[in-house]
């Protein structure tokens, strides 16, 4: 090469490469506002609607290819911010493949791109029988009306000659003598207001009354 066309091309060095550089800008800045379309790998994400299923393990394959139209600058935003394709199950499928549409990514922010193709258009799910749900054990025991009580609240039945032993307490529900009766033979019902040691009462014949007169 002759020193001339040498001398050329590098006299004036620093203009030449900020006007290569300024090149560069304008074709990122006019490529950014260019609608086109890209290729853009999605998560696939599986939401099952069923109170009898339950999904085990992912899907497969784990994510999809998507193709988005728009422009450039939205597009590079979109990669960097990872969309999401959300496949609604109700019912299970009887060979176990899942329909996937473009319509079902969720595009995040206010990104102005569509969604037009997926690759592949199916994805396998394994769903097995959801488990019964175990209803929990109440501390509760039935009393003679049927209602429950706690054990806990169960008084203690009354012992012989106490004040009275006409009504007990059992979980804040009052028990008549003839129904503690038969919860405890040995147990025997008092009148009402009549002490258990009071001594029997006497009854006097008209004889009686006769000679009690003056």
Do not use: C
């Not at 950014?32 to 379309?37: L, R, Y």
Request: charged fraction near 20%; aromatic fraction near 4%.
């Amino acid at each position: 090469m002759p020193r001339s066309t040498l001398r050329r091309l590098t006299a004036n060095w620093g203009l030449k490469l900020a006007a290569l550089g300024l090149a560069v800008l304008l074709w990122v800045v006019v490529s950014a506002e260019q609608v086109t379309s890209q290729w853009i790998p999605v998560r696939v994400q599986a939401v099952v609607h069923s109170s009898t299923l339950r999904l085990a393990g992912r899907s497969t394959p784990a994510a999809v290819n998507v193709r988005f139209t728009g422009s450039g600058r939205d597009l590079w935003e979109l990669a960097f911010r990872r969309p999401v394709l959300t496949l609604s199950v109700r019912q299970a499928s009887e060979t176990g493949l899942y329909a996937l549409e473009p319509s079902m990514v969720l595009v995040p922010g206010r990104i102005a791109v569509v969604a037009q193709e997926v690759r592949p258009e199916f994805v396998r799910l394994n769903l097995v029988p959801a488990p019964a749900p175990v209803a929990p054990v109440a501390d509760l025991t039935a009393g003679d009306s049927g209602v429950a009580v706690r054990p806990d609240t169960l008084a203690a039945p009354a012992a012989a000659g106490s004040d009275s032993m006409d009504a007990a307490r059992v979980g804040g529900t009052a028990r008549s003598g003839d129904t503690l009766a038969r919860r405890d033979p040995q147990l025997v019902p008092v009148a009402p207001h009549v002490r258990a040691s009071s001594p029997p009462l006497r009854t006097r014949t008209p004889d009686s009354l006769a000679r009690v007169r003056p």
